[in-house]
Structure formats: C-alpha cells, structure tokens
C-alpha cells in the first residue's frame, strides 16, 4: 500500500522548522521531500490547535487524494491536494479545518499545511502523485508525527549501549523541560519506553532532571529582579495575573493569548529584566549565569522548600555527587 508521513520535530525557535515528507512505496521504497508546516514561532507541541499558525494537529487518520485541485488561494496558487478528515476537532473542542499538501508559493511556512518550498520537488511530487493515481488508487493514507525538540528517544538506545559498554559511569542524567506535560506524564513516558524498547542500565542509575515549566520558570525564582511596584505593561498585568515573588513560578499558568507556559514565562523574566534595563535572551543570558543568581534561587528553597520543586531536587542530585567529583 502507498501512503505518506510527515514527521517534524517540535521545538521553541524564531525561524522557520523544517521536517520531512515521505512517500512510502509497497516494496518499501522511499522518496524523501523537505517539507514543513506551521508558521515560524508557531511550532512547538502546544501550537498544534492554534488555527491559521500552527502546525497540522498529529493524531488522526489522515488521507489526500491522489489527484489534487487547482486553487488561486494566495500562498497556494497551484495544485492543492485537501488533507481529510475535515475539520479535525480537539478533545476540547477546537477546531481545525482547510489542511492540504501544496507548494510553498508564498511567505515561507503555512497557516498549517503541509507544505514544499522546492520547486523541482514538488514538481516530482506532483508526478508521483499522478502516477499513482493511474493506479487506479484514488487516495492514499498521510501519517503526521512529532517529536519534541531532538528528540530524547533518539539519543536515550545508544547513550545507554555507550554506559553500559564503558562501564565506568555512575549516573545516566536526562535534563529536560517539561513544558505542556506534567513531571508524572513524562516520567511514566519515559519509564514506559524503556521498558518497550527493553532498556536497562547495567550498573549505572537513571536520573531524569526535569525544569517545570522551562528554565525561565527556575529563574524567576530570583526575587531581587522583582519590581514591587510595577508601572509599565505588560510587566503590570503579569504581576496582576501572577505575582511570582510570593507564588511559587514552576506553577504558574499562562497568560491569555499565550499558547504555551514556557513562553509566557519567558516573557515574564524579559520584563522584569527590562524594567531594570537587563537584557536577557537564551543566546545571550547574561547575569543569569553569575554567581549571585544562583545564591538568590539557592535562597529561596531555603526559606520556602515547597516551591521550586524541581529546581530544588536538581540541587539536591548536586549536592549528592558533588563528594565524588571533588575526589
């Protein structure tokens, strides 16, 4: 049976992610094209049902017929081929609607279909697709799958195989943000595939460093970039919805049309830099990475052991090797 994946991985970026689309053949053979969907900085896993900018929602049996129709929609302007079911609806209730495969004839990206940006591959797309269609097959299956970021499942087989071969390592630590998911989803996630894939550590333990929501969470933590009394917006309306210097960060929600916590609690530490004229950005985080932030955070779990979970069990696994490494 002929069918299609489309696979991306899922990650916060300002430019524009590409994934790929590939064409599977019943003899298994393959046919790879540079394919993308979603608009740039509209492409992290929470984004999926953000109509006009996200990416195509992953999760439902998908098709498009093999011979597409001619549309002059702006951004299309060429073949169209209409991904159904449609509209696809959330357990929420969000909607969806209007997906298809198309050239990328536009500004780069798309309001969530899956498009092609090189001419001669979608030209040779295009081709296939009509081959196919002489078949007398008149649609075929479309699979869309994400990963987050470079995904962890990737790197976890063969850093495993390497402890276990060298033999010498005491700890495999995994560090990740857990964004949309709870710490107990992901850690059941985690622990779920390594017994699926058969994983075992022979003599080295496991340790899943998690930073809920994002490191930006942890680093509001630090009450002295704190304004007590806030003028400007939106540094105003944060501390309105949210007032983190007596709150714990690591449970705060996010703010209207945020679509993600992680970044509106990104924006939050970038406004509260910005009313003491500090810039911050993960390229360029500046005073975060000075010996003072880390004693203002190290304050606060002294003085309130309830917040900042997991900030404080990082700290914790510090505390515990950092004997070992001292010798």
């Not at 009509?130 to 869309?144: E, F, G, N, S, T």
């Not at 976890?156 to 195989?161: D, K, S």
């Not at 490191?215 to 944060?238: A, F, M, T, V």
Request: glycine share 6%; with cysteine.
């Amino acid at each position: 049976m002929h069918k299609l994946e489309f696979t991306m991985q899922l990650k916060p970026a300002s430019e524009l992610l590409f994934g790929n689309l590939q064409l599977i053949y019943p003899d298994g053979n393959k046919i790879n094209y540079l394919a993308t969907s979603g608009c740039a900085d509209w492409q992290q896993q929470g984004d999926q049902w953000q109509r006009g900018k996200g990416p195509i929602p992953q999760g439902f049996a998908y098709k498009i017929p093999t011979t597409p129709y001619w549309s002059d929609t702006r951004g299309i302007e060429g073949n169209f081929f209409h991904i159904t079911p449609d509209p696809v609806v959330s357990p929420t209730g969000l909607t969806r609607s209007e997906f298809g495969i198309h050239f990328d004839a536009n500004f780069p990206g798309s309001a969530g279909c899956i498009v092609l940006g090189r001419q001669f591959g979608w030209e040779r797309f295009c081709d296939r697709m009509r081959a196919i269609a002489k078949l007398d097959i008149d649609y075929i299956p479309l699979k869309v799958a994400y990963s987050s970021g470079d995904s962890l499942y990737n790197f976890i087989p063969p850093a495993i195989a390497e402890i276990n071969s060298n033999g010498k390592y005491s700890y495999f630590v995994v560090c990740l943000d857990a964004e949309e998911n709870t710490v107990a989803e992901l850690t059941t996630e985690i622990d779920n595939f390594l017994n699926e894939q058969k994983l075992k550590l022979n003599n080295a333990e496991l340790v899943l460093i998690f930073q809920n929501r994002c490191l930006e969470s942890w680093l509001l933590g630090n009450r002295k970039i704190y304004s007590r009394n806030p003028q400007n917006k939106p540094l105003l309306d944060y501390t309105k919805y949210y007032d983190i210097s007596v709150n714990c960060p690591e449970n705060m929600g996010k703010y209207q049309d945020f679509n993600t916590h992680a970044k509106f609690h990104g924006a939050y530490l970038r406004s509260l830099f910005e009313a003491k004229n500090i810039t911050y950005s993960k390229k360029r985080p500046g005073d975060v990475l000075k010996p003072f932030y880390l004693e203002q955070l190290l304050a606060r779990i002294q003085v309130q052991p309830e917040q900042l979970t997991t900030f404080r069990q990082f700290i914790d696994f510090c505390n515990k090797i950092k004997p070992k490494l001292q010798n």
